[in-house]
C-alpha cells in the first residue's frame, strides 16, 4: 500500500467513500429539516371563519424584536366561563396593503395571573400564548388576529392591533 502511494496508483476505498457520500446527504438532510422548522410563517385563508364575540378576550400584550432580530408578539387569549382544556392559537398577520395573511408559529404557555385576575372558578391558566417570526419574514404594516381552538371548537379574534415591521 505504500508503494502504491508513493507511485500514484493509490485509489481511495470504495468503502470511505460510500462513508462519506452517506455522511453528506445526512448533513444535508438535517440542515434542510433544520431550516423549514424556523421558517415561521405560512400562508393562511382566514375568510371561512366566525370573528369571535365579546365572551371572548384576548389582548396583545408586546410586539418586540428578540436578540437575533426575530419578531416576537405575545399575549393571551380566553373564552370566558370555559376552562382551558385543549387549546391551540395561532397567531395570524395580515399585510395591510396586500390583504394576504399568515399564521406564524405560535406556542402556548402559562399564564396563572390570568385565572387569579378573573377569578370566576375556571381556569385560564394556558391561556398565553407567544408567536415568533424571522427578521426578514415579514415587512411592512401587519393587522394581527388570533385563530382560538379550544375544546373542539375555534374562531378568529380581531385584536385590533397593527404594527409596522420598521418602528419595531
Known sequence: MIKEKLTGEYKPNRMIKFVVCIFTAVA???????YLQYVTKKSVDISQYDIGGD????QIEQIYRGESGEIRITGFAFK?????ETVDVAVIVKDTST???YELRTGCFSREDISQLMDDG???SMSGFQAVTGKKELNGTYRIYIMFR????????DTGTEFNTNEI
Request: charge should be negative; charged fraction near 25%.
Open 28 to 34: 444535508l438532510l438535517i440542515c434542510a429539516l433544520t
Open 55 to 58: 365572551e371572548y378576550h384576548h
Open 80 to 84: 370566558a366561563g370555559e376552562d382551558i
Open 99 to 101: 390583504e394576504e395573511t
Open 122 to 124: 375556571c381556569d385560564y
Open 150 to 157: 379550544n375544546n373542539d371548537s375555534e374562531c378568529l379574534l
